[in-house]
């Protein structure tokens, strides 16, 4: 029996579509922009029909520990915070409250760099960190 064709592996397909091959590619962002420990590189290609995000964290000793990629979305990153809590005053000392686990979304720290138009075609995605 001889060897058997390889299944059709869809996200290495489309990787290989959307990726010049190895002698090929040079990795040259367009924006690179960072906020704390996680690190953002942006490109889109000459054409303007593909369009990708990596997003990479980075540990206190300077590895990257995470990456995460995007291709053709519209992406925000926004930070989240826990809510404001009041300092506590003999009065509302007597009336306990359950404690809140939400969180709130500050403004935009970054956005996708597209094209009003891209912007309308593509999916959007909120990255909270």
């Known amino acids: 029996m001889g060897p058997r064709a390889p299944a059709h592996d869809a996200p290495a397909h489309r990787r290989r579509r959307l990726r010049p091959q190895p002698d090929d590619f040079v990795f040259e962002p ?3 922009d960072a906020f704390g420990p996680t690190v953002l590189a942006e490109r889109a290609d ?3 029909s593909l369009y990708w995000v990596h997003v990479w964290t980075v540990g206190p000793d300077g590895v990257i ?7 053709n979305t519209d992406l925000t990153v926004t930070r989240l ?3 404001h809590q009041p300092d506590p005053s003999p009065s ?3 009336k306990k409250s359950p404690p809140t686990s939400h969180y709130c979304a500050r403004a935009p720290l970054w956005q996708s760099k597209l094209s ?3 912007r309308k075609s593509l999916p959007g995605l909120v ?3």
Do not use: M
């Open 30 to 32: 367009d924006s690179i």
């Open 46 to 48: 000459p054409a303007r």
């Open 65 to 71: 520990t995470h990456v995460r990629e995007y291709f």
């Open 81 to 83: 915070e826990p809510p």
């Open 92 to 94: 509302s000392a007597k």
């Open 116 to 118: 009003d138009t891209a």
């Open 127 to 129: 990255l909270a960190i």
